[in-house]
């Protein structure tokens, strides 16, 4: 298998060669701060994952001076590293580049945050005041963390002995106090919301684990992983793996336990039982990783494209608004029934490619979205667990091999290859659906 991956890579990196640069990206394409009024026949608002990478295909669909895109950042990150970055396997530096070289050449680039959405009359306000009218809208807008909905946490990440890997501020202080770990509880927590990226909790958590064996600290350690959830993980052929993995390394697990308040000065983290109400538990840290509660962008939830819980509201196959079919979505934002990760808008962005094309021609979309998404469970410093699934939570996998074994082959994919692809393929809308590992893989075997 190594060497048709291999193969595979080199094939389809090669095929991404363009003369075009950064620099000459960003030279090329127009910005604009307020202006009296603007309109697009696309606009995409957020320059996350999903929206450089819908812009980039709207622009080859229907000319780079038709489409726009919000976004208030100056620069991009590639978040799935920063699990690597919390575990200092790689630089936090190395996970982002300036909004101005991802951006596709020509597209208006409005360098605001968005205010507003109206949807019943095709108009979008920006917090500049600049109202932008549309006649097609892709909402990539990416989800909103909440490290305030956890009594004392927000004060607490001024400490030492606390990081998180979901912010650009908070994800170098993960590995600072696992190098600084000395003895005592080393406590990792997911939240009882939806995330992103639904691995990461534990990923650190088997990082650090390996971390303390390599420095010869383990024996002085004990690691804890305190999750909301009833499961170890969604889809129960990787949760046997990750059991295996938890009783080998002598990690402790408690199910249905829901991090609701950090006493920073004395070290603790205090936890409530979700299967028993009102009753709670204490836990002494010397390291301690916050999955903060997540939740919609506040911009959809106080909008009409909203659904009941404030998620973007799409049908799941073609990725088109419910009640409004002039306007898509992508990614974290949306209320699809998958897990929310890069490896999902990869897949997502070929459907809506597709749903879109048949919009502007009058015609019924013609190709669902299975619900395809990926997590790259990483066990250790050199292997992986590669997870796909689809929305039923059933294996739907690239290679004909168990991807419920650890591999170092899935570790080179996540740490060395996905990133390359992400930056000079998919950003660029030139690749993406049925899967991002599949496309490696098939592209191989041509």
Known sequence: TIPVVAKATIKFMTSLQCPSTGILISQLHTSSCASAKQHYKMLVLGGGSGGITMSARMKRMMG??????????????????????????????????????????GVKWVKSKVQEINPDTNTVRTDDGTEISYEYLIVGLG??????????????????????????????????????????????????????????????????????????????????????????????KYADSLWDIVKRRDLQVNLRQNLIEVRADKQEAVFENLD??????????????????????????GSPLADEAGWLDLNKDTLQHNKYPNVFGIGD?????????????????????????????????????????????????????????????QPLETFPINQAKERRLMYHMKADVMPHLYWHGLLRGLWGGPGPYRKVFHLGMK
């Open 333 to 393: 934002c949306t209320n699809l029934p998958t897990a929310k990760t890069a490896a999902a808008v990869a897949a997502q962005s070929a459907i809506l490619n597709r749903t879109i094309s048949k919009v502007l021609k009058n015609e019924k979309p013609d190709k669902k979205y299975d619900g395809y998404t990926s997590c790259p469970l990483v066990t250790s410093y050199n292997t992986v667990i590669l997870a796909e699934f689809d929305y039923n939570g």
């Open 143 to 236: 989800l909103q963390l909440h490290y305030e909905k956890i009594k004392g946490l927000p004060e607490g990440l001024e400490h030492p002995k606390i990081g998180s890997n979901y912010s650009v501020q908070t994800v170098e202080k993960t590995w600072k106090a696992l190098q600084n770990f000395k003895e005592g509880n080393a406590v990792f927590t997911f939240p009882n919301t939806p995330v992103k990226c639904p691995g990461a909790p534990q990923k650190i958590m088997y990082l650090s684990d390996a971390f303390l064996r390599k420095t010869g600290k383990r024996n002085k350690a004990k690691v804890i992983y305190n999750t909301s959830l009833p499961v170890l993980f969604g889809v129960k």
């Open 64 to 105: 780079a001076e038709n489409v726009a895109i919000v976004e208030p950042s100056e620069m991009h990150y590639y978040q799935p590293i920063w699990t690597l970055v919390g575990a200092g396997a790689k630089s936090v530096a190395s996970s982002g580049r300036p909004t101005a070289s991802v951006m596709p050449s």
């Open 276 to 301: 028993k109400p009102g009753e709670t538990k204490v836990f002494e840290y010397e390291m301690l990783h916050v999955a903060p509660p997540m939740g919609p962008h506040l911009v959809i939830k």
